[in-house]
């Protein structure tokens, strides 16, 4: 009998203590292999209370593993795929934040985790998507700088109320700009019952067509809870097979069919194999940045949920 794929990763797995965290946006082949999948607070948690793991494979992007390498310095942690970068991570450098700080003295620096580990041993605190409005309040500040999704620091801004600088002035995730409100308008046309949820780094514009903003995490919950049964999705297309298996007498349309993170779907079924297999490439982070960015990780993480 042949073994698949799947089995020969399922026993690798076994015989070198390894997990597979998946995010929301990974196929579909890999969330279904995967021990967890989740958001990257979720697959930060997870990666922590995995005491007897002694591998982690982060089937994501580059930003999503070097958090989890810092969290886990003993633990080996392996990008099935080098090159799946974000490209929003990449939009925020030392620079910009050192010439920000100094434009603004004082001013907490709160940085969503899409960032490399340079810039986040730069801020005071760290946030995702499903708990920035929370940082923010958290903070005795009336005014933060935020970055690097703008979409994001507006959404943030009008939650919270207070003065929300975006920095640098227009980072953006490229795969969440391709929905546009029109899109929306015609799909309620055809399905008029149906109830908008979009990811706040869509433009403001989008955020407005939504009955429910929040992160992939936050979505799959409201899902579930709401007694809708027709869903207009406005986030990367990864996150329907999740809707779909959680919630199989629902139905889910994605807002824009070509809304695809080439970045996360670098990472395939094969690649992942060969990943476990040969252990690679592992992701490292050298002290002290690990330690100032591990600070501002686990500030974040003490924020009650
Ligand atoms: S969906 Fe956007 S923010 Fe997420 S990894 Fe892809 S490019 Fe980056």
Not at 115 to 120: F, V
Not at 147 to 157: F, H, I, K, S
Not at 198 to 209: A, F
């Amino acid at each position: 009998m042949q073994v698949t794929l799947a089995e020969k990763i399922y026993k690798l797995k076994k015989e070198k203590k390894a997990i597979i965290l998946a995010h929301n946006y990974q196929r579909p082949e890999i969330q279904d292999i995967a021990d967890y999948v989740g958001d990257s607070i979720e697959l930060s948690r997870k990666a922590m209370e995995e005491k007897e793991a002694k591998i982690i494979v982060f089937a994501a992007v580059d930003f999503m593993a070097e958090s989890a390498a810092i969290l886990n310095p003993k633990k080996k942690v392996l990008l099935p795929s080098l090159g799946a970068r974000c490209p929003m991570a990449q939009m925020l450098t030392v620079d910009e934040i050192k010439r920000m700080k100094a434009l603004y003295p004082g001013v907490p620096l709160v940085l969503y985790v899409n960032t490399l580990a340079s810039a986040k041993a730069q801020c005071d605190i760290c946030c995702t998507s499903a708990n920035a409005v929370r940082v923010i309040q958290s903070l005795n500040a009336d005014t933060v700088l935020f970055g690097p999704d703008r979409n994001l620091a507006e959404y943030v801004q009008r939650k919270t109320g207070k003065t929300v600088i975006p920095i640098p002035e227009w980072g953006f995730c490229p795969t969440h700009l391709l929905f546009q409100p029109e899109d929306v308008r015609i799909l309620k046309m055809e399905h008029p019952e149906a109830t908008v949820m979009v990811h706040p780094e869509c433009t403001s514009e989008m955020q407005k067509t939504a009955d429910f903003v929040g992160s992939t995490s936050q979505m799959c919950k409201f899902a579930k809870e709401c007694k809708a049964k027709t869903f207009i999705v406005g986030t990367e297309e990864g996150i329907l097979h999740r809707l779909r298996k959680d919630n199989p007498e629902k139905q889910f349309i994605l807002a824009y069919e070509g809304a695809i993170c080439p970045n996360m779907k670098l990472n395939t079924l094969d690649r992942l194999y060969v990943s476990l297999r040969e252990e690679k490439y592992v992701i490292t982070v050298p002290e002290p940045v690990a330690r100032q960015a591990r600070k501002a990780l686990e500030r974040m993480l003490d924020i009650p949920r």
